[in-house]
C-alpha cells in the first residue's frame, strides 16, 4: 500500500492535503514484525517516530529484576511513543507486538519540520495526548485505590466504551496473561474475578470474548 494512502486513514494525519502528505512520506517507511517481536526495547536511542498501521502492540517499563508494567496498549492508527518528537533521547519503554503488525517509521527530523509547517498535526498530537493522559489517570487510579474486583470491571467498562458508545461485546485484543500485567495482577486472579461477574449476571466470558449483559451494574461495580 502506498504510504500517502495509509496516512490519509489516520487520524494522526486528518486534515492534512495530499501535497503536505506526501512531503510527510518522504522521510516514512515500512517495517513488519510478527508476534512477540520488539520494535524498540527501553533506554535506545530515540531516533525515529512510530505509527502502529495494523496491529497490537503494548507499551511496558521493565525492571532489572525482570519486573513489568504494561503502560499501553496501541491498536491500528495508533502512534507510540510520542515523547521522541519533543527532545527524548532515550526511548523510555519497550515496545513488544501481540499480533502481526505493520509499521509506519518516520525519521524525526522530517516530522519536526512538518510540525513547525502544519499546527494541524500538531492539534491532532495534543488530542492525542489528551487522551493519553485521561488513560494514565485511569490506570493510576486503578493501582493505587481499587481492589482488583473494581479494576476487572473497570478494564472492561473502559474497553467497551473506546470500542462504542456502550458495546455490549468486547474482543479482548490481548491474553489474560498480558491483562493481568496492566491490571498489576496475576492472570488467575483475573479469571476468578471474571468467573465472579459471570455469576453476577454482569458478563459472559468465553475466551477473549465477553458479553456485558449489565453495563449500568458493572459500572456500578467498578467503582
Not at 517481536?37 to 525482570?66: I, N, P
Not at 492508527?77 to 519497550?94: D, I, K, M, N, Q
Not at 524525526?108 to 494541524?120: A, C, I, K, T
Not at 476487572?152 to 496473561?177: E, I, K, N, P, Y
Amino acid at each position: 500500500m502506498e504510504i500517502v494512502q495509509a496516512m490519509a486513514g489516520m487520524g494522526l494525519f486528518e486534515g492534512l492535503s495530499e501535497r503536505e502528505l506526501s512531503q510527510l512520506s518522504r522521510g516514512a517507511g515500512w517495517r513488519t514484525y510478527g508476534p512477540g517481536e520488539f520494535v524498540f526495547h527501553q533506554g535506545e536511542d530515540a531516533d525515529s517516530f512510530h505509527v502502529l498501521y495494523a496491529g497490537v502492540l503494548k507499551l511496558f517499563r521493565s525492571t532489572a529484576e525482570g519486573r513489568e508494567q504494561t503502560v499501553y496498549l496501541a491498536e491500528d492508527g495508533e502512534p507510540f511513543c510520542l515523547c521522541t518528537l519533543y527532545g527524548a533521547r532515550s526511548l523510555p519503554v519497550s515496545a513488544l507486538t501481540m499480533a502481526p503488525c505493520r509499521v509506519l517509521v518516520f525519521a524525526w527530523e522530517r516530522m519536526e519540520e512538518q510540525l513547525r509547517s502544519s499546527p494541524r498535526v500538531l492539534l491532532n498530537i495534543v488530542r492525542i495526548l489528551n487522551t493519553r493522559l485521561m488513560h494514565s489517570y485511569q490506570m493510576i487510579e486503578d493501582l493505587g485505590l481499587r481492589s482488583i474486583h473494581q479494576r476487572v470491571a473497570s478494564f472492561l467498562v473502559h474497553s467497551a466504551r473506546v470500542r462504542g458508545q456502550d458495546a455490549a461485546r468486547v474482543t479482548l485484543s490481548v491474553s489474560r496473561q498480558e491483562v493481568a500485567k496492566i491490571l498489576g495482577t496475576t492472570p488467575e486472579t483475573v479469571s476468578r474475578v471474571l468467573a465472579r461477574l459471570c455469576n453476577d449476571g454482569l458478563i459472559e466470558a468465553r475466551g477473549r470474548e465477553i458479553s456485558i449483559l449489565d453495563l449500568p451494574a458493572l459500572t456500578e461495580t467498578a467503582g
